[in-house]
């Protein structure tokens, strides 16, 4: 049965579909045949826009203007594509026998951009994608002008991940805006992009970027290769691709990272990761992805590290509060009662007399109530979301609690896991799981149950990779020399270099570091050149 | 076969887990009860020389498993049955740590429960670990012997107000025949047991430094397992002679401010992890050793039946815990001398006579 | 990429083996007890039953209800309120079946390990205990950090007494222990304890006694000087004078009041601050001696006369009165001791320890050299505190 | 009750096997169909209610004598 059920996933998973046909042909000469067979191509689309001019004085032409209205930039098709056109082919300069195409492209065209293109099928494409396209009678090649140009939202701080100091600036929907961002962080001539188009009928533009110098050349090769296999119809998101190019794509764990800030894909490359970007979304992924980064804030760079170090334990303590709270609870409650002390055992025990479900009933069915709840409070309208939250968290709580359907031991242990599930935003969808697996295996064979669980998600987490990446390294395979930034937050000084199991090309990021001395100030010049 | 490899560094770990593995629960020598934590370095001595003469062969064969080694100085036949024969004693002593831990489990927290809901979760993730290579167990015993070395360094804190010092005199009262007796049982078991390492040095990365990883995590076993008797000596006294699992339940006694109290089920499920390890290693080299006796290419659908048969071992291995303890002090000694030193040393002179192997393999 | 195929697919292998875990865990649930369904003991009593063999076992059983918790507001206002314990006794050939039969009467599953104390009736302890409390010491459940106590009256009707300021007896009875260190004349011993000084075979054991006492016709709980047991059967009792002697030996002392008579008449208490107690035993040729030294640091606390104590030589004479005090504290311990043949201080052990080969040649006639034992006391007092007041507010310098 | 054994061992059969058959590895099917069998054997007697010798009851007769003659002090 699993067989045939795996079978069925493989095959769903690997079904190789044919890419749509494209037409091949070659651009006619004769302008009327290229603007039908456009118009036959698109359809009636009103937003297809076909300006057809006579060239100005000097070269005798007859041509067409197509772009695709709302894609371009108006201003730019008016002031520096039509108005030359129109008036800027100067008699003297343009000879009979230059090739006209060529000469208006050099001397007349004031946009940036300026590709020749013969075939058919990458005009319509230029077209759709933004670029407007000049069509003269007798020439069967195309100019492809490029005049993008849409509306765009402004740049501000992403919903998602937030933080107290440190830049406020979010990646946009806008591939360019993104890279530029992204520019604007690294100055150095290693940061690579590489463009690829994926998705058949999106054509979502998905870029590659790497800090070459700093970045090992095969894991470049790996996300380059694994993207190239991507077979999508379109790509709306980065998870689209994020759940083709994750090794284990069935894995509850996160295997590639997703971010919208800036600064954090920049500190990313810097570590030797490659960023992926799409087109279309804020979210850009990185690779490769391990189970410590989710614990990490952008925030434990800005803040000083001892205060940094603190929160960080804090966020593992959440996480693991959050994921084995219910668990630990059901099992000391229902199978080791020996080890609640005494008074705390008699408090509990009058709390949840006469409750009518056992224990690990109860912790799943307030798990599944606080999840709903959550649920709502996200799909709803802000304001309206607030007042769900509190609404169900108060009265569902206190009226199970006064009906005596659940002891209040529970709701305090499902709002404790509540609290704490929202400290590490990355393991949100493995901790659902997580506690729910835990919380039925503690219903069962207590804390043993809880062991058996945990031993089995070690041996899964181990047994991940991330594009050749242990999952859980350092902390599995062990590597010492990480644990600056991971148990701790080390000083900015001593962070000296990348993660082994990723930055090893180039591992040294700075002198490695004492305290910068304060008086003088010449070590530090002197590192400073070293 | 598994491709995987381990650091000389991972390799110190698995050996302490393993040595740790299941005499942590269940210690012998108990009538040398104040002394066990002293004559645990004697044992640790002679543990260390045995493990010394199989290292000694592996080195001259290195990348070679102990089957493979077999088979190049016996012969195919012979070389095949005495490679079962190790197979018959890493079944006995992955089935017999399985059932000490399900005695423990079931005379203590699980009293209800059957064994079958105890062993099959256990043996499915053993099963599981045991599919994932060499690479992903000795991953996963990476933390898991952090804990519990954190557990003893921790415990240490824990006793400190129930600790009596006086509890460890007299020193050496017994006669020195049973004191080296106790040593040799000690190097037998935990340490002896070590033997079953020669099929997994091959995926050691460097074989170079496979010899210092044998000490360090022999050593560093050796002193876990010598700390926690000296706690359960100080704590309990003379009365942990008298108790079936003395280096656990001294746990019971930890009484902090009446509010840390019956903290036993954490050392209980900590050391389950480290026997968890040893039987998963040894689940590991049953399905490769038996690979490699067949001549098969890969050892994963093995790991299942193997499994299966460690879960019926464990069932009726011993009829109860007396008899196991019995075995444990009489039989034990004998029954592993013979694999962790008599067969290598065997083997070992053989080779050496053969002139085996005839030419050297690495620099 | 084969190789990423290959990670895929033992990946959904690891997912169905989650799922077959989950057929096989679905099987149920043995050792559960749901915490409404406990009935938690803190308290037990043992004794004989009136009539039949066996043993009679008293629990004492909270009613989590009636215990108000902080913040639940309503629940303690009812009528008929009923008491926050409740004592329920059954009868059984050994402690075991009793605890097991004390089902036919209770509604919920007796849950032994949050137990405090046990207390044994002087009938039972006369018998042995071990044998009374086996079930205690085999079965997982229950602390070995229990109380031990012994009491002349029925363990029942102890565990029924008022507790005073606690709700539940059995807690109370435990603090009433565990403040042993304001007097240093009781003393406190755990199953664990009990179990190890019986592995030790020269030494006796000890045990405190608790009863009751009559107070305007409501039951009240007194601690009550020391039971001596001897190979596990009780043979006598120390009063709190020969408990102190005890555990001055003992080294257990940590605080107390030690008070003497003055030579001019009226009296002096001291509060012991701190104390340490080296002992040391050989066996000289025939005979065991045993040295004694005990330091202790004492401060004023209350004089009964009009004299001034706060002089240094004042002091030095309390000090020596002290001295005297503990020497007779112990003395009478050692005699009482020696008349019951019962090496309650560990004497043998301490050779055991420290001299095993001597050990081994005494052990089996130990009784004997521990009666002939030779005892050299040595104790130095010293006062360190005078409080806050140097003499009395009339006192009157005596003059020259 | 057997016929649970004996679908629980078929289960774990049809999961291993198909693999291996696609693999054309046959001398690891064949392998581990043979302690799969033996598995299910010992299985079956243990549930039949067959009283299986336990192993080392065995071991402790083979030593017994061993060990009194070596042991000290016993």
């Known amino acids: 049965m699993f067989d045939f059920l795996r079978r069925k996933l493989r095959l769903a998973h690997l079904r190789k579909g044919k890419p749509a046909p494209r037409t091949h042909r070659d651009l006619s000469p004769d302008l009327k045949t290229n603007l039908t067979a456009i118009r036959r191509e698109l359809g009636a689309s009103p937003d297809l826009i076909i300006r057809c001019l006579k060239l100005g004085s000097g070269a005798e032409g007859t041509g067409a203007l197509l772009f695709i209205d709302g894609l371009i930039d108006q201003q730019v098709v008016n002031r520096d594509v039509i108005f030359p056109l129109l008036n800027g082919v100067k008699r003297g300069k343009f000879q009979d026998g230059d090739d006209l195409l060529k000469y208006l492209a050099q001397n007349v065209l004031a946009v940036g951009e300026v590709k020749k293109e013969p075939q058919f099928g990458p005009v319509v494409e230029a077209l759709l994608e933004g670029e407007t396209i000049l069509l003269l009678d007798g020439h069967d090649e195309a100019l492809l002008l490029s005049t993008k140009g849409w509306e765009k939202r402004a740049i501000n701080e992403p919903d998602a991940e937030r933080i107290i100091l440190g830049p406020h600036d979010g990646f946009t929907e806008n591939l360019r805006t993104n890279t530029a961002m992204l520019r604007r962080k690294i100055t150095d001539p290693g940061l690579h992009f590489e463009e690829m188009k994926l998705g058949r009928r999106t054509r979502t533009g998905v870029v590659i970027a790497y800090l070459k110098g700093v970045v090992n050349e095969k894991l470049v090769e790996e996300v380059r290769a694994r993207l190239k296999r991507v077979n999508l119809d379109m790509v709306l998101d980065a998870n689209y691709l994020n759940e083709f190019i994750s090794d284990a794509p069935l894995s509850l764990f996160p295997t590639v990272t997703f971010t919208e800030r800036p600064d954090v894909v920049a500190a990313k490359l810097l570590e030797g990761r490659v960023a992926i970007f799409v087109d279309g979304t804020p979210v850009v992924n990185t690779v490769p992805a391990l189970f410590v980064e989710s614990f990490q804030s952008p925030d434990d760079y800005n803040f000083p590290f001892y205060y940094a170090t603190f929160i960080r334990w804090f966020r593992y303590l959440s996480f693991f509060l959050g994921v084995l709270s219910p668990a630990l609870f059901v099992a000391l409650a229902t199978y080791h009662q020996e080890l609640i002390p005494t008074s705390l055992l008699i408090t509990i025990n009058a709390a949840t007399e006469g409750t009518p479900f056992p224990l690990a009933v109860e912790m799943v069915m307030m798990g599944a109530v606080f999840e709903i709840i959550r649920e709502a409070g996200i799909r709803l309208a802000r304001p309206v979301g607030q007042t769900i939250s509190i609404v169900g968290a108060l009265v569902i709580g206190e009226a199970a609690v006064t009906a005596g359907l659940v002891g209040a031991p529970t709701i305090i242990v499902t709002a404790t896991t509540a609290i704490t599930t929202f400290v590490v935003p990355d393991l949100l969808g493995p901790g659902i799981y997580l506690r729910l697996i835990y919380t039925i295996l503690a219903g069962v064979l207590g804390a043993y149950g809880i062991l058996i669980g945990l031993l089995f998600t070690l041996l899964h987490l181990v047994s991940l990779r991330s594009f050749g990446t242990p999952y859980l390294s350092p902390l599995a395979p062990i590597s010492a020399g990480d644990f600056k930034d991971v148990i701790v937050r080390a000083p900015i000084w001593a962070l000296g270099t990348r993660p082994r199991m990723i930055g090893w090309p180039r591992p040294q990021r700075q002198p490695i570091g004492f305290p910068p001395s304060g008086d003088e100030g010449e070590e530090g010049e002197a590192e400073d050149d070293g | ?363 | 990429m084969t190789g990423k195929l290959q990670r895929r697919k033992r990946l959904k292998k690891g997912q169905g083996l989650l799922l077959l875990l989950f057929l096989v865990l679905a099987g149920g649930c043995w050792d559960r007890r749901e915490l409404e369904n406990l009935a938690v003991v803190l308290g037990m009593g043992v004794d004989f039953p009136a009539q039949g063999e066996g043993y009679e076992v008293s629990f004492q059983i909270v009613r989590a209800s009636q215990i108000q918790t902080p913040g639940s507001g309503v629940g303690g206002g009812g009528g008929g309120e009923s008491k926050p314990v409740w004592l329920l006794r059954s009868t059984g050939p050994t402690f075991f079946e009793a605890v097991r039969n004390a089902t036919f009467q209770s509604s919920r599953r007796l849950f032994l390990s949050h137990n405090q104390v046990v207390i044994i009736s002087t009938e039972v302890a006369k018998k042995g205990i071990l044998p009374a409390l086996d079930f205690l010491i085999r079965d997982p459940g229950p602390r070995n950090t229990q109380w031990l106590l012994l009491t002349p009256d029925d363990p029942g009707q102890l565990l029924d007494a008022a507790a005073g300021l606690e709700r539940v007896s059995a807690l109370a009875i435990t603090d009433l222990i565990q403040d042993y260190h304001l007097t240093s004349k009781i003393r406190p011993v755990k199953i664990g304890d009990y179990v190890e000084m019986m592995m030790q075979k020269t030494s006796a054991n000890t045990l405190p006694v608790i009863r009751i006492k009559e107070n305007a016709g409501k039951k009240e709980l007194l601690l009550d000087g020391t039971g001596v047991l001897k190979d596990d059967r009780l043979v006598g009792f120390l009063n709190y004078k020969e408990t102190r002697g005890l555990l001055w030996i003992l080294g257990e002392v940590k605080g107390g009041l030690i008070t003497v008579d003055l030579p001019g008449g009226g009296k002096a208490t001291c509060e012991i601050f701190t104390a340490a107690t080296k002992v040391k035993v050989e066996a000289r040729a025939d005979q065991v001696h045993v040295k004694i030294e005990v330091k202790v640091e004492t401060g004023l606390g209350a004089q009964t006369t009009y004299d001034d104590l706060s002089t240094t030589g004042q002091l030095k004479k309390l000090e020596t009165l002290q001295g005297k005090a503990v020497e007779d504290e112990i003395r009478a311990a050692l005699a009482k001791a020696k008349e019951y043949k019962a090496d309650i201080f560990g004497f043998g052990e301490y050779l055991f320890k420290h001299d095993f080969r001597t050990w081994q040649r005494l052990q089996k006639e130990w009784e004997r050299y521990f009666v002939d034992a030779q005892v050299e006391i040595k104790v130095e007092a010293k006062v360190e505190g005078i409080g806050l007041v140097t003499r009395p507010a009339n006192y009157q310098a005596p003059e020259e | 009750m057997i016929l649970l054994v004996v679908g629980v061992f078929l289960l774990l059969f049809l999961w291993e096997a198909p693999g291996l058959v696609a693999k054309e590895y046959w001398r690891e099917l064949a392998v581990f169909t043979i302690l799969l069998l033996i598995g299910l054997v010992f299985s079956l007697l243990l549930v039949g209610g067959v009283e299986l010798p336990y192993i080392e009851s065995f071991w402790i007769k083979v030593f017994a004598k061993v060990g009194k003659a070596l042991t000290p002090g016993s």
């Not at chain 2, 740790?20 to 020598?29: C, D, E, Y």
Request: include cysteine; charge should be positive.
């Open chain 2, 1 to 363: 076969m598994d491709q995987g490899k381990i650091s000389a560094g991972q390799l110190t770990l698995l050996i302490m887990s393993f040595t740790i593995g299941s005499w942590v629960v269940l210690p012998t020598g108990i009538q040398a009860w104040q002394n066990l934590w002293l004559i645990m370095f004697m044992g640790l001595g002679t543990g260390l020389l045995f493990a010394y003469l199989s290292l000694f062969l592996f080195r001259r064969f290195p990348g070679k498993t102990l089957f493979e080694i077999h088979e190049r100085v016996y012969g195919p036949v012979l070389g095949k049955f005495i490679s079962l024969c190790f197979l018959w004693f890493f079944l006995q002593t992955g089935g017999g740590t399985l059932a000490i831990f399900k005695t423990l489990l079931r005379s203590t927290v699980f009293t209800a429960t059957p064994d079958l809901a105890i062993l099959v979760p256990l043996i499915l993730i053993l099963v599981y670990g045991c599919r994932r290579g060499i690479e992903v167990i000795a991953r996963s015993n990476q933390l898991l012997i952090m804990s519990t070395v954190g557990l003893v360094l921790v415990s240490i804190l824990l006793v400190v107000n129930i600790f009596n010092p006086e509890n460890l005199l007299p020193f050496f009262n017994l006669p020195f025949s049973e004191v080296i007796w106790t040593s040799i049982s000690l190097a037998v078991f935990p340490f002896g047991q070590n033997v079953l390492f020669m099929m997994i040095l091959p995926r050691v990365n460097r074989w170079q430094k496979v010899n210092g990883a044998v000490l360090k995590g022999m050593i560093g076993a050796g002193l876990v397992l010598s700390t926690i008797q000296f706690l359960a000596v100080g704590v309990l006294g003379k009365s942990g002679q008298i108790l079936v699992f003395p280096t656990y339940e001294f746990y019971r006694m930890i009484n902090i401010a009446q509010f840390l109290t019956r903290l036993e089920l954490i050392p209980l499920l900590n050391f389950l992890t480290m026997g968890f390890i040893k039987t998963i290693l040894c689940l590991y080299a049953l399905a490769v050793g038996t690979a490699q006796v067949f001549n098969l290419r890969t050892y994963r659908p093995l790991a299942l039946p193997f499994g299966l048969f460690l879960l019926l071992v464990a069932e009726r291995i011993f009829p109860s815990i007396s008899e196991h303890m019995r075995y444990l002090e009489e039989v034990q000694t004998f029954f592993g001398l013979i694999f962790s030193l008599l067969l290598p040393m065997m083997t070992l002179g053989i080779a050496l006579l053969r002139g085996l192997p005839r030419r050297r393999m690495a620099p």
